[in-house]
């Protein structure tokens, strides 16, 4: 079993930066990818980055340019750096892991508004 726990988010201005943070605990050797996905009021949940154990990057096409996604030399901290942000990167943010055969743990979420 993988556990998650999720951290930072809030409300910002447009144009500002929040980071989002993911501390995994439990099985994390097991661990493939991690990353940030995210789902706005009415619509779909949505890639925003994920990070394999490799160190392959991939961004959903709304951030990049403006996000980034690292982690710790552990492997058990994902971090995502948000820049620039837009009133449409409104949206509650949830850390992911995929991890064994096909398993998935998601965060409990963190609310992210960017408003004036």
């Known amino acids: 079993q993988v556990q998650l726990v999720e951290s930072g988010g809030g409300l910002v201005q447009p144009g500002g930066s929040l980071r989002l943070s993911c501390a995994a605990s439990?099985?994390?050797?097991?661990?493939?990818?991690m990353g940030w996905y995210r789902q706005a009021p009415g619509k779909q949940r949505e890639l925003v980055a994920v990070?394999?154990?490799?160190?392959?990057?991939n961004y959903g096409e709304p951030v990049k340019g403006r996000f980034t996604i690292s982690r710790d030399a552990a492997k058990t901290t994902v971090y995502l750096q948000m820049n620039s942000l837009k009133p449409e990167d409104t949206a509650v943010y949830y850390c992911?892991?995929?991890?064994?055969?096909?398993?998935?743990?998601w965060g409990q979420g963190a609310q992210v508004t960017v408003s004036s």
């Open positions: 439990g099985s994390i050797f097991n661990i493939n990818v």
């Open positions: 992911n892991a995929k991890y064994g055969s096909g398993l998935d743990k």
């Open positions: 990070i394999t154990g490799g160190g392959r990057i």
